[in-house]
C-alpha cells in the first residue's frame, strides 16, 4: 500500500487588469479561438483522435501564422480541439441530433505549460504577443489553504467582462496510520457511518434529506416553467433554477462531507465505500423511483469525501457493493430487507438497514476480518445511533 497519496484542488481568482492589459486579453482570447477552430477543422475533416498526427500536421502552418505568440498556446490549442471532438464523436454515436462542436463560445484558454504562466499570490504573469503582462489578482481567504501547495496548471477564463484565474494545486500527503475502520454507506436522505476499532464500535447516521427536499422543489418549480414559458424565457428560467439547486446541494453535500472527513481523523480510521460502477444501469425500478434514484449525486458525495480524508491522511478504499444491505453481519445469512428494517431470520438480528450496509462494507476490507467485531457491534446498536443533521 502507497505511503502518500497526490492531493489535487482548483481555485478560483479574479483578475483585475488595466484597460491596456484588457485589450490585450481580448487579442489573446480571439486568437487562441482562431488556433482551436483550425485544429478542430483539421481532425473533423480528417477523423484525426492522435494527438501526435495532428501536431505533426499543422503546428508549423500555426507556427508561421501566429509568429508573435509564444509556441506553447499551439500546444494547448490542440489539447483542447481533440477534447472537443473526442467529446462529440462519443456523443454522436448515442445521440443522432448532436450539433458539431464550435469555437464560437470558447472562452477558455487553457495553460498547463510553465512556459505560459508564472502565478505570484497577488499576482499573474503570463507570456502574450505584447510580451509578458503582469496582472494582478484578487485573493481570498479560501485561498490561503494552498499556500504551500505546488501549482500543477491553470485556466484562464472570461466570463462577461471579466477575467478569471482557475488555478490547479498539488500537494504530496502522507498517509497515516489507521487503527481501525470506516463504513459508509451513501443512501437517498442519510449517510449512515460504522466505525470498526479493535476496542471499539460506534454508528452514526448523517441526516441529509433536505438535499432531497431541495431537489424536489426544484423539480416541480421546473415543471412548471417548462409548461407555462417557451424559446429564451424558458431556456433562462431553467438555467437559473438549476443553477441554484445545484449550489444549494452541493453545500449540503460539502459539509456532510468535511464531518466524516473530521470523523475519519478524530477515530484514526480509514473510510472504506461502495464501488458504484455502472450502478445507474442497473437502476430498473420505475419512471418515478428511476428520476429519484437518478438525481442523487452519489458519486460527488464519495469524491468529496475522498479528498477531505486524504487532506487529512486517510486514502479511502473501495469494496464490492453487492449485498451490502442483505447480508446479516453476525450470522451472514442472506435476508430480504422489510423497509427501513433489517432482520435476520437465522439469527433474529435485527438494526437499520443502511447501518447494517454500513457495517459490511466495513467488515469486507481484509485488515478487519480477523477482528472479534459482532459481540461489540451488537452492543453499540442496543445503544442509541448517534444523529447528525445536515442543513
Known amino acids: 500500500m502507497s505511503n502518500s497519496s497526490l492531493l489535487t484542488e482548483t481555485c478560483k481568482f479574479k483578475l483585475e487588469p488595466t484597460e491596456e492589459q484588457r485589450k490585450v486579453l481580448e487579442g489573446l482570447f480571439s486568437t487562441y479561438r482562431s488556433m482551436v477552430g483550425e485544429c478542430l477543422k483539421r481532425a473533423m475533416s480528417m477523423n484525426i483522435t492522435s494527438r501526435k498526427r495532428l501536431h505533426e500536421l499543422i503546428y508549423g502552418e500555426l507556427r508561421r501564422?501566429?509568429?508573435?505568440?509564444?509556441?506553447?498556446?499551439?500546444?494547448?490549442?490542440i489539447t483542447v480541439a481533440l477534447g472537443m471532438y473526442k467529446s462529440y464523436r462519443r456523443l454522436s454515436r448515442r445521440k443522432s441530433n448532436i450539433k458539431p462542436p464550435s469555437v464560437e463560445l470558447l472562452k477558455v484558454i487553457?495553460?498547463?505549460?510553465?512556459?505560459?504562466?508564472?502565478?505570484?499570490?497577488?499576482?499573474?504573469?503570463?507570456?502574450?504577443?505584447?510580451?509578458?503582462?503582469?496582472?494582478?489578482?484578487?485573493?481570498?481567504?479560501?485561498?490561503?489553504?494552498?499556500?504551500?501547495?505546488q501549482v500543477k496548471g491553470s485556466r484562464l477564463v472570461k466570463d462577461g467582462d471579466g477575467y478569471y484565474l482557475h488555478v490547479t494545486f498539488k500537494k504530496v500527503v502522507g498517509e497515516k496510520e489507521c487503527e481501525g475502520l470506516l463504513g459508509i454507506d451513501v443512501n437517498e436522505k442519510s449517510?449512515?457511518?460504522?466505525?470498526?476499532?479493535?476496542?471499539?464500535?460506534?454508528?452514526?447516521?448523517?441526516?441529509i434529506s433536505e438535499a432531497k427536499y431541495i431537489r424536489d422543489?426544484?423539480?416541480?418549480?421546473?415543471?412548471?416553467?417548462?409548461?407555462?414559458?417557451?424559446?429564451?424565457?424558458?431556456?433562462?428560467?431553467?438555467?437559473?433554477y438549476s443553477r441554484r439547486e445545484r449550489r444549494r446541494v452541493d453545500a449540503i453535500l460539502h459539509k456532510v462531507s468535511k464531518v466524516i472527513a473530521e470523523i475519519a481523523a478524530e477515530e484514526?480510521?480509514?473510510?472504506?465505500?461502495?464501488?458504484?460502477?455502472?450502478?445507474?444501469?442497473?437502476?430498473?425500478?420505475?419512471?418515478?423511483m428511476n428520476r429519484r434514484l437518478h438525481s442523487m449525486p452519489f458519486r460527488k458525495v464519495q469524491f468529496s469525501i475522498s479528498y477531505k480524508s486524504i487532506e487529512r491522511?486517510?486514502?479511502?478504499?473501495?469494496?464490492?457493493?453487492?449485498?451490502?444491505?442483505?447480508?446479516?453481519?453476525?450470522?451472514g445469512e442472506l435476508n430480504k430487507p422489510n423497509?427501513?428494517?433489517?432482520?435476520?431470520?437465522?439469527?433474529?438480528?435485527?438494526?437499520?438497514?443502511?447501518?447494517?450496509?454500513?457495517?459490511?462494507?466495513?467488515?469486507?476490507?481484509?485488515?478487519?476480518?480477523?477482528?472479534?467485531?459482532?459481540?461489540?457491534?451488537?452492543?453499540?446498536?442496543?445503544?442509541?445511533?448517534?444523529?447528525?443533521?445536515?442543513?
Open 110 to 149: 487553457l495553460l498547463d505549460d510553465t512556459h505560459l504562466f508564472w502565478f505570484n499570490w497577488g499576482s499573474l504573469k503570463i507570456a502574450t504577443h505584447k510580451g509578458h503582462l503582469v496582472i494582478p489578482l484578487r485573493l481570498h481567504e479560501h485561498a490561503e489553504k494552498f499556500r504551500g501547495w
Open 313 to 331: 491522511g486517510y486514502k479511502p478504499e473501495y469494496v464490492d457493493a453487492r449485498n451490502t444491505s442483505r447480508v446479516c453481519p453476525i450470522c
Open 217 to 240: 422543489r426544484y423539480f416541480k418549480k421546473r415543471q412548471s416553467i417548462q409548461r407555462r414559458t417557451r424559446g429564451e424565457v424558458k431556456a433562462r428560467l431553467l438555467a437559473k
Open 191 to 207: 449517510v449512515d457511518l460504522a466505525i470498526i476499532k479493535p476496542d471499539k464500535v460506534r454508528f452514526v447516521k448523517i441526516d
Open 65 to 77: 501564422r501566429f509568429r508573435d505568440y509564444p509556441s506553447h498556446y499551439i500546444y494547448t490549442a
Open 268 to 288: 484514526k480510521v480509514k473510510p472504506v465505500m461502495e464501488e458504484l460502477k455502472d450502478m445507474r444501469e442497473r437502476m430498473k425500478y420505475g419512471r418515478r
Open 339 to 391: 423497509g427501513h428494517i433489517y432482520k435476520c431470520r437465522k439469527c433474529g438480528f435485527q438494526a437499520d438497514r443502511h447501518i447494517v450496509a454500513a457495517w459490511n462494507i466495513a467488515t469486507r476490507l481484509q485488515m478487519c476480518r480477523p477482528l472479534p467485531l459482532a459481540a461489540k457491534a451488537t452492543e453499540a446498536l442496543r445503544a442509541e445511533v448517534e444523529r447528525i443533521v445536515i442543513k
